[in-house]
């Protein structure tokens, strides 16, 4: 009996659409739709097959597992094949019991039966490989592809330092295969695309994205670039290797052998425990580093995975348990300007609201002015949005193919024109300074949209640490305009024990601690007065090295640029934010206020030649060291004349690595900085020959 007509031209239509989606994701490393709306649209077309058998056909997008080789890589053919695995798409407790109910019954086990084993892991949202061992050594790095014959990566996969070259331990496998998943984490593509924004260089799309497009890569320098993870979750083709008999003691042997595993894995029992595992996951989702999008429960007996087999495309002994979606479709209603501490203005789209992540979210943002022309974002457009963990949710991608008539006639969006060329906030003139992609407000201290900030930031602990000074009560300061500039945080008609009592959850010893740290922080160091008023790319490095070169703020408020480059690794950027910061009369006449209140920044004494044995030296400290904190460890290095900075490049001489250094020790390794632990860098200021005088 052949399938009604409007059946075989769905069938058609969704065979023909999902293969366009799968070209533009594995092929061009530019998705179309986000992975639900992916989703819906397999489900509907297996539904379909599942109720029409005679519409199946060996070419369908459920008979195959992902996207043909890109030809210019040289063609892998699996040993063991690389399957996908079945998706249970119930994000609630049910889909865990699901599973549990269909492995029990593909076993026979009858309800009296004791709880199966299971081992449980994260599904990351990365591109998936295999690495191949002989002898201990890594000899090809493949592409799942269509899951029989995928593409050799190697070249590329060589560059991601968490992936060993050679197996470490005694017992080295004759041949070891091992599978997982390359990914990006969040802190590493933020990280990646702030660079790339700086140069006005293309951004990544998202984390997952510029995984798959870093491997793809035919030139390894430009994956080498970008900061890539790697996390094993299990085995192709082994020889001369005993198999240990369930799944979680072969991640334990595979990490034994240096292969990275990753630590959110378990062994639990029965549907409860997957339903547990479930939830424990979800709750700690929004604070793990990279994307995950679900789960996966495997049976934890190799035995009794034999036993359960395969089915067509995917093994009956695995399910990936997803999450609510962190991407969806939504309209553009319109664009808005907000201002921030540092007088950024980001354009903000406001959404028709969309359910993403488990959140209702109805803001995204939008970067900046060229981020909306490079994706051409106009109001009135269908857009995917993305919410990843605390990242503020953004657009990253338009649907053209869905945009109306009307909206694709409408003028690319401008941000000058859309504010008037002024700040939304306090109407001062905004700027953006040429080669950079941001435009700001001038006004500095002066603006109340950077108030609040400005004050937070004033008040931390790496500036002037004003303890209790917390987001609550500046709130209700700046709302009640008690405090419109940091300099009324001084002013004691304002900001005093008796006034500070009054307000919510405000005692009166609480109160009076708080003035008595206002107080106290008066006399702050010089390098942490200069850092507190957050001049614009002004951090705590190069507020020591300003306070060290001028010796008070009267002479670094009139330095001009060519002064100010003197001044050790300031360059002609960061020369122009801190010449504009103090040409602005607002700026200067908070600083005044300051003065007036007893606020004095103390002048550091220049470093004696005898002391500054490390003088030229840079160190950037990462991870966490046995014994000193990081602060400790800095000032170390700075009393011996040393510069201390945050990220690594060429001019780096050494970072310091302790405990989960992570992208930092990376980009050493990758660039041949020299890397000491807490005894190194111990040593090497011990051992440092103080110079003669005279």
């Given at each position: 009996m052949s399938a009604p007509r409007e059946?075989?031209?769905?069938?058609?239509?969704?065979?023909?659409?999902?293969e366009r989606h799968n070209h533009a994701y594995h092929v061009l490393d530019a998705p179309t739709v986000p992975d639900a709306e992916y989703d819906r649209l397999f489900r509907e077309l297996q539904a379909l097959e599942a109720d029409h058998p005679e519409l199946c056909a060996p070419d369908s997008p459920t008979q195959r597992v992902g996207g043909k080789p890109l030809p210019q890589f040289a063609a892998v053919r699996h040993a063991v094949p690389m399957l996908s695995i079945k998706t249970e798409t119930d994000t609630g407790p049910s889909g865990a019991i699901h599973f549990d109910t269909r492995v029990r019954r593909a076993l026979g086990l009858g309800e009296d039966a004791p709880a199966l084993e299971y081992a449980a892991e994260l599904k990351f949202d990365g591109l998936a490989i295999s690495l191949r061992y002989e002898a201990g050594i890594l000899v090809r790095a493949a592409t799942r592809g269509d899951g029989e014959t995928g593409e050799d990566v190697t070249r590329n996969v060589r560059t991601i330092h968490r992936i060993p070259l050679r197996l470490h331990?005694?017992?080295?496998?004759?041949?070891?295969?091992?599978?997982?998943?390359?990914?990006?984490?969040?802190?590493?593509?933020?990280?990646?695309?702030?660079?790339?924004?700086?140069?006005?260089?293309?951004?990544?799309?998202?984390?997952?994205?510029?995984?798959?497009g870093s491997i793809r890569q035919l030139d390894p320098k430009i994956a080498a670039g970008r900061p890539l993870s790697f996390y094993a979750y299990g085995l192709g083709e082994t020889r001369d290797w005993p198999l240990p008999e369930s799944h979680s003691e072969v991640l334990d042997a595979l990490e034994k052998l240096g292969i990275p595993v990753c630590e959110h894995r378990t062994v639990t029992h029965g549907a409860d425990g997957l339903v547990a595992f479930h939830a424990s996951i979800l709750a700690l989702r929004d604070t793990l580093p990279f994307d995950i999008d679900g789960v996966v429960y495997k049976v934890n007996s190799r035995a009794l995975q034999e036993r359960l087999g395969f089915s067509t495309r995917e093994p009956r002994w695995a399910v990936a348990h997803k999450y609510p979606a962190q991407e969806a479709l939504t309209q553009v209603l319109g664009i808005?300007?907000?201002?921030?501490?540092?007088?950024?203005?980001?354009?903000?789209?406001?959404?028709?609201?969309?359910?993403?992540?488990?959140?209702?979210?109805?803001?995204?943002?939008?970067?900046?002015?060229?981020?909306?022309?490079?994706?051409?974002?106009?109001?009135?457009?269908?857009?995917?949005?993305?919410?990843?963990?605390?990242?503020?949710?953004?657009?990253?991608?338009?649907i053209k193919e869905r945009r109306p008539k009307d909206v694709e006639q409408q003028e690319q969006w401008s941000l000058a024109k859309a504010v008037g060329n002024k700040c939304p906030a306090c109407q001062s003139a905004i700027e953006r300074a040429e080669g950079e992609a941001d435009w700001r407000c001038t006004a500095g201290l002066y603006c109340p949209a950077q108030r609040k900030q400005a004050i937070l930031h004033f008040a931390s602990r790496r500036?002037?640490?004003?303890?209790?000074?917390?987001?609550?009560?500046?709130?209700?300061?700046?709302?009640?305009?008690?405090?419109?500039?940091?300099?009324?945080?001084?002013d004691a008609g304002r900001i005093n024990a008796a006034a500070l009592a009054g307000l919510e959850r405000m005692g009166e010893k609480s109160a009076q601690n708080i003035v008595d740290a206002i107080e106290k922080s008066k006399t702050p160091t010089l390098a942490r007065l200069i850092y507190a008023l957050g001049i614009r790319n002004v951090g705590e490095a190069?507020?020591?090295?300003?306070?060290?070169?001028?010796?008070?703020?009267a002479a670094l408020m009139v330095a001009d640029a060519e002064a100010l480059q003197r001044v050790h690794d300031v360059g002609p950027v960061v020369a122009e934010s801190i010449a504009h910061f103090f040409a602005e009369a607002h700026n200067r006449e908070v600083i005044a206020r300051l003065e007036q209140a007893g606020v004095r920044g103390r002048a550091e004494p220049r470093q004696a030649e005898a002391r500054a044995v490390l003088q030229g030296l840079t160190f950037v400290l990462s991870g966490t060291l046995p014994r000193l904190t990081r602060e400790e460890a800095a000032a170390l290095i700075e009393a011996k004349g040393g510069k201390v900075s945050g990220s690594v490049s060429k001019k780096t001489d050494y970072v310091v690595a302790g405990e989960d250094a992570g992208s930092k020790l990376e980009k050493a390794h990758a660039l041949g900085v020299a890397i000491l632990d807490e005894d190194g860098l111990r040593r090497l200021l011990e051992t440092q020959v103080e110079q003669p005088s005279g």
């Open positions: 059946a075989a031209e769905r069938v058609q239509a969704l065979r023909d659409e999902i331990g005694a017992a080295i496998p004759e041949l070891l295969e091992v599978r997982g998943e390359v990914f990006m984490s969040r802190p590493d593509f933020e990280r990646y695309n702030a660079r790339q924004r700086e140069r006005n260089k293309p951004v990544l799309v998202n984390p997952r994205n510029g995984a798959a808005e300007v907000q201002v921030g501490r540092t007088g950024k203005l980001t354009p903000v789209a406001r959404l028709k609201p969309v359910f993403v992540g488990g959140v209702t979210v109805t803001n995204a943002t939008l970067h900046n002015e060229d981020e909306i022309r490079r994706k051409d974002v106009r109001i009135g457009d269908t857009v995917i949005v993305r919410r990843a963990g605390d990242v503020i949710p953004e657009v990253f991608a338009v500036a002037l640490d004003i303890e209790g000074l917390g987001e609550k009560l500046v709130e209700q300061l700046v709302e009640q305009e008690w405090v419109t500039s940091v300099a009324d945080l001084y190069t507020a020591k090295d300003l306070a060290r070169y001028f010796g008070d703020l």
